[in-house]
């Protein structure tokens, strides 16, 4: 008993000391927290991040804190600015621009309408209230005197970041972001005028993000990782809007804004990104040259210093940055790749040439390095090439099993992520979901490095152990094992090439097989260099070299007829394998659409097409949890049709039916998109209003109420209803708020009818 317990302790720590450690950077952002930053909130919380052994704080911004003095100083990694980064470029500070979010910046100057100041030249001796740094307000300085002002012109004043100061005409104009003032203007009912720097050709960025050139020569591949997570989730925020904005509203409303506004923002920013045109995150060289000259007009930039090159501060994700020591190392050391070439379609020869995917990689790691002096040994054995590379630094392999990682050596980062696959015989069903196979026997190589995950993620499949792929086909083919787990590739290349017509793929699974090279771990120089170029392979790399091996034709320049007796029954083959694929990919979207229809009719009543009483219950319940949580504003809105009964007995349920679905859509199509509706009922609706408090929600029921009322459905008799309003506090709970609004509606229902109580 002693014995096991001090095995289960070995292979905890074993598991504890192999799990990589997260590396802690921070960004410091340059505002206080809202949809202006979405894409670092979405990658950190969507764990992109973490992906990428990520460890993320997110700085919000304080008052008089310069942030590039922050990323320069080391006391944050990198840094969110504005297009002033190139004055800190002009003036010798070492700032690398990895992207700009905002390919136009939000920064405009906003009058109100009554002001009738429409355009730059009729803001002489007005009062202009605007950030005291220049650099900052360079692109509405340039704006002003393109129109024949000078700056002197202009009574400027300290900005106070208080829209009132505008709105009781304390400033004539001031500078406001696109994505928040013009929302709380309109929201006030206050007619205002924009005058935007790019219209009058100072198009400048905006939310640019940044590091220093330190961080970029000592951590390189830590800046590929953090690009690449980040960019990752600006997609993400920005194609799913309403998603993002409850996040920030849920975890990072330092500002108390309303849900609604952080959508109106997300929505304004995605249209400056320019996510549509692909220009998301796109820093344009010509560009940046013209804002160069623009600041040295403008008297930016030490006068001493010349100009810097474009190329020296803009960060290209594809080049890779050497040391002296690692520039010496490349040129004098030969670095050997041990390979061996009988694991097809990872190595083989074909045509008396090693090739494969390893060794295509390995090629395209060797260009990016320009190592010269690479080269490529045969060894079958795996142990043989393991003690081979503790002994001598300069030597790799790629990873085979767990076996591989040792205190003498190390992995590479993921080369390539490979699919985990399964295959059976042509007649077996697809299957979408692993754990049908709980009871299964299926086949599993044991020497592989995902042997002991699967067996451990999925432990009521029976798993068979083989030594070799051959060895699982041939149970399969005797019905002594359900399927067979492989790498995808392997899969594939084994049932082309050895002409198993009568196997398929039938599935695969959410874990990876990771594809890394082994290196000796006293051989520092060689890991960095090795991830540095691993950094670099894009995905376009990663298809190129999948799409060319999951289908190989051993081809014989010697002997037309053996080639010709392989060439027709794969041709036959892949024609098989193409209708499987269509058949595969029917069954899924039929699947697909069978779990669509079986949510639907969970969760959405039949005839409205509206939430049903069991999904707004539960909406409710999640409202009012966050109601307390956050101490945030919810109310409600209870209505019935009045005199409903009469409209079935009188007319016909046909009409009454009619009148419950057109009053369904006036109802959705007259409520905001954050606010929830579902039927009660029979002729009973219930609204869910969140960031509302009990006199907007009294003014929204009136205003439907006015709308029913009016609205043509098409029967013979007018359509009113009565309503009951309340808000939720503190010491409420599900079944008081419903009981009395529930009561504050049939109070309506016996006093006349066509009213609003609120309660």
């Given at each position: ?306 100009i810097p090159k474009v190329n020296d501060f803009i960060y290209n994700s594809s080049n890779i940055l050497y040391s002296l020591n690692q520039k010496e190392y490349i040129k004098q050391t030969k670095i050997k790749l041990l390979s061996n070439n009988n694991f097809p379609p990872f190595t083989m020869m074909l045509d008396k040439n090693l090739q494969g995917i390893e060794i295509d990689y390995w090629k395209l790691i060797s260009k990016r390095l320009n190592l010269k002096n690479s080269e490529i040994e045969i060894v079958n054995n795996s142990k043989d ?110 049932i082309s090439n050895k002409g198993l017509n009568d196997l398929k793929i039938i599935g695969s699974f959410d874990e990876k097989y990771d594809l890394k090279l082994v290196v000796n771990a006293e051989n520092k120089m060689l890991i960095n260099l090795l991830n540095k170029a691993i950094t670099t392979i894009s995905e376009k790399d990663r298809e190129s070299i999948a799409s060319k091996y999951y289908s190989v034709v051993y081809q014989n320049n010697h002997d037309y007829k053996e080639l010709y007796k392989i060439l027709i029954p794969l041709i036959i ?187």
């Amino acid at each position: 008993m002693n014995l096991i317990k001090i095995i289960i302790s070995l292979i905890l720590f074993s598991s504890l000391v192999s799990a990589k450690k997260l590396e802690k950077i921070s960004i410091q952002l340059d505002w206080l927290h809202q949809f202006q930053f979405a894409g670092y909130y979405v990658a950190k919380e969507k764990g992109y991040y973490k992906n990428q052994n990520l460890d993320v704080l997110i700085k919000e911004y304080t008052f008089n804190k310069n942030v590039v003095d922050d990323v320069l100083n080391k006391k944050s990694d990198y840094g969110v600015g504005k297009s002033s980064l190139i004055i800190d470029r002009l003036e010798n500070k070492k700032v690398i621009l990895l992207n700009a979010i905002y390919q136009t910046s939000p920064m405009v100057l906003i009058t109100r309408k009554e002001s009738n100041i429409t355009k730059p030249s009729e803001l002489k001796n007005k009062k202009v209230m605007l950030t005291s740094d220049a650099r900052s307000a360079a692109s509405i300085n340039s704006m002003i005197m393109s129109q024949g002002l000078e700056l002197e012109d202009i009574n400027f004043q300290k900005h106070s970041f208080n829209l009132d100061d505008l709105i009781d005409g304390k400033t004539d104009a001031m500078g406001c972001y696109l994505s928040n003032e013009p929302y709380i203007l309109e929201k006030r009912d206050i007619l205002y005028n924009i005058l935007n720097p790019s219209d009058y050709g100072f198009d400048f960025y905006g939310g640019i993000f940044f590091t220093s050139e330190d961080e970029l020569h000592k951590h390189s591949n830590r800046v590929r990782k953090v690009y690449k997570a980040t960019m990752r989730g600006w997609e993400y925020a920005f194609n799913n809007i309403e998603e993002t904005a409850k996040l920030i509203f849920e975890k990072y409303n330092t500002q108390n804004k309303s849900l609604e506004s952080l959508i109106y923002e997300g929505q304004v920013l995605k249209n400056l990104s320019k996510i549509e045109d692909g220009l998301l995150g796109q820093i344009d060289k010509n560009k940046i040259e013209e804002m160069q000259r623009l600041y040295v007009l403008l008297g930016f930039g030490s006068k001493n210093n010349k100009i810097p090159k474009v190329n020296d501060f803009i960060y290209n994700s594809s080049n890779i940055l050497y040391s002296l020591n690692q520039k010496e190392y490349i040129k004098q050391t030969k670095i050997k790749l041990l390979s061996n070439n009988n694991f097809p379609p990872f190595t083989m020869m074909l045509d008396k040439n090693l090739q494969g995917i390893e060794i295509d990689y390995w090629k395209l790691i060797s260009k990016r390095l320009n190592l010269k002096n690479s080269e490529i040994e045969i060894v079958n054995n795996s142990k043989d090439s393991l003690e081979k590379i503790k002994n001598n630094p300069n030597l790799i392999k790629y990873a085979f099993s767990k076996k591989d990682r040792s205190n003498k050596t190390t992995l590479t980062d993921t080369i390539a992520e490979i699919k985990i696959g399964l295959a059976s015989f042509v007649n077996t069903p697809y299957i979408s979901d692993i754990n049908e196979l709980n009871g299964k026997k299926v086949a599993i190589i044991k020497y592989t490095s995902y042997y002991q995950q699967i067996k451990n993620n999925y432990p009521k499949i029976k798993f068979v152990e083989v030594k070799n792929t051959e060895e699982g086909i041939l149970l399969l083919k005797e019905k002594k094992v359900y399927a067979i787990v492989n790498k995808i590739p392997s899969l594939n290349y084994t049932i082309s090439n050895k002409g198993l017509n009568d196997l398929k793929i039938i599935g695969s699974f959410d874990e990876k097989y990771d594809l890394k090279l082994v290196v000796n771990a006293e051989n520092k120089m060689l890991i960095n260099l090795l991830n540095k170029a691993i950094t670099t392979i894009s995905e376009k790399d990663r298809e190129s070299i999948a799409s060319k091996y999951y289908s190989v034709v051993y081809q014989n320049n010697h002997d037309y007829k053996e080639l010709y007796k392989i060439l027709i029954p794969l041709i036959i083959l892949l024609l098989f394998i193409f209708r499987s694929n269509r058949l595969m990919n029917k069954e899924i979207k039929r699947r697909e659409e069978i779990e669509l229809q079986l949510n639907k009719v969970a969760n959405i009543d039949s005839l409205t097409n509206i939430y049903n009483r069991r999904k707004i219950t539960s909406i409710f319940d999640n409202e009012i949890n966050r109601s307390k949580r956050y101490k945030r504003e919810l109310s409600i809105i209870f209505f019935d049709i009045d005199n409903f009964k009469m409209i079935n007995d009188d007319l016909s349920h046909k009409d009454g039916d009619k009148v419950l679905i057109n009053l369904s859509i006036l109802i959705k199509n007259s409520i905001r998109k954050t606010d929830f509706f579902g039927r009660w009922g029979g002729e009973e609706f219930i609204i869910i209003l969140p960031e509302t408090n009990k006199e907007k929600a009294e003014v929204i029921a009136n205003m439907l109420k006015e709308k029913i009322s009016k609205f043509d459905f098409d029967i013979d008799r007018s359509v009113t209803c009565s309503f009951g309003v309340t808000s939720f506090s503190e010491t409420d709970n599900k079944d008081s708020v419903l009981t009395r609004v529930d009561h504050a509606m049939y109070y309506v229902k016996k006093n006349g009818k066509n009213d609003i109580k609120v309660v």
